[in-house]
């Protein structure tokens, strides 16, 4: 995918879901339940994949695992069977972490892979200032397009002021950024700062989880020069829509339909954006600081049975007390918000070898 088509794909707003890690009982790779999920994306709607970001694991890049090649090569291979079915592209996009040496082998592995842009992560940087940062990514840029991102603190992340912003939104190779600082503050700043910049060319994208509907829905108007300018958040990149996906891309396009015809947002909308919200609160364990968020997806992803358990790559990783008494609830509450039917009439399907 040429760098402009990738801009115009982006541009156009996705579903991206984070992928989750498949693991058999020995915490091993499951290859066959691992092409499932990404079959599973990719049957959905999903514009996108990502891949080796939080919810895969940053763990996968532990040499004891050596999961970050073999992971990102079975994505490849799913999307490139999807693309030539005939589907629009979809648009592959690598998790990079780690300091600047990490960083430049971890997006030249992506590039030959053939993934379009590289998400990354600057949890590592603790200390770095706003140059320091800029340089790592311009670093990064030299060698795949970035997708930048606002991690939260709580998850690994580190407060990116609007000064960082404004000097990354001049990186020529920048197509988008992950706003996911799960704070209306810091998500203002960073949009107001792509705005200044004059980059209309950057996508943005909600890693909010708090707060995903609304994220999608808000016109963002700022004075630049003179001029009012307008930016929205066209999709997401969430580990919230590496479940219920299929309901997740309709949703987008629900939004997408408000923001294009500027008529109000319906009041139907506005409730759901809540139980959104209330079903991401027990899926990534709200209620104790995160903690369980990737064995909560884990655990949806079981009872529609593309997962055959809830193992991460640290035993310490599991539920939290009363979590999954918490997933029990919200499937009650909402059961208009999951694609079980969906799962279960294709299941078998992407399961085979």
Same mark, same amino acid.
């Given at each position: 995918m040429e760098n402009f088509e990738l801009r115009k794909s982006l541009q156009r707003g996705l579903v991206i879901p984070a992928c989750?890690?498949? @693991?058999?009982?020995?915490?091993?790779?499951?290859?066959?339940?691992?092409?499932?999920?990404?079959r599973y994306y990719l049957a959905a709607g999903a514009g996108g994949l990502?891949?080796?970001? =939080?919810?895969?694991?940053?763990?996968?890049?532990?040499?004891?695992f050596a999961l970050f090649r073999p992971v @990102?090569?079975?994505?490849?291979?799913?999307?490139?069977?999807?693309?030539?079915?005939?589907?629009?592209? $979809?648009?592959?996009?690598a998790g990079i972490c780690g300091r600047t040496a990490q960083a430049v082998d971890e997006a030249a592995l992506a590039a030959e892979l053939g993934f379009h842009t590289g998400l990354?992560?600057?949890?590592?940087?603790?200390?770095?200032s706003d140059d320091e940062l800029v340089a790592h990514c311009r670093a990064v840029a030299e060698i795949i397009p970035v997708f930048g991102f606002y991690l939260q603190p709580s998850v690994g992340g580190r407060v990116l002021? =609007?000064?960082?912003?404004?000097k990354f939104a001049e990186i020529e190779n920048v197509v988008a950024i992950k706003i996911a600082p799960f704070n209306r503050y810091q998500t203002l700043e960073v949009v107001r700062a792509v705005a200044e910049a004059g980059r209309d060319d950057i996508a943005l994208y909600t890693g909010n989880d708090d707060n995903i509907v609304l994220d999608l829905l808000t016109p963002y108007r700022f004075q630049v020069g003179g001029a009012m300018v307008e930016r929205r958040i066209v999709g997401g990149l969430l580990g919230h829509w590496a479940v219920w996906t299929r309901k997740a891309v309709a949703l987008l396009?629900? $939004? =997408?339909?408000v923001a294009r015809d500027g008529r109000?947002?319906?009041?139907? @909308? @506005?409730?759901?954006a809540i139980a959104v919200t209330d079903c991401n609160a027990a899926f990534f364990d709200a209620?104790?600081?995160?903690?369980? $968020?990737v064995p909560g997806l884990h655990e949806v992803l079981r009872r529609q049975g593309l997962l055959e358990g809830l193992w991460c790559l640290d035993p310490r990783e599991t539920l939290s007390p009363g979590q999954r008494d918490e997933i029990d609830r919200v499937y009650r509450a909402y059961p208009e918000l999951n694609d079980d039917e969906f799962v279960a009439a294709h299941r078998d399907e992407w399961l085979r070898d």
């Open positions: 989750p890690l498949a @693991l058999n009982v020995n915490r091993k790779l499951d290859e066959r339940r691992q092409r499932a999920l990404f990502a891949v080796g970001v =939080h919810t895969t694991q940053f763990a996968i890049r532990d040499p004891k @990102l090569q079975i994505a490849a291979e799913e999307i490139s069977r999807a693309d030539a079915s005939g589907r629009a592209p $979809c648009v592959r996009v990354v992560s600057l949890g590592a940087m603790s200390g770095a002021p =609007h000064s960082f912003w404004r396009d629900e $939004c =997408h339909a109000a947002i319906p009041p139907e @909308l @506005l409730r759901r209620a104790n600081n995160f903690s369980g $968020c």
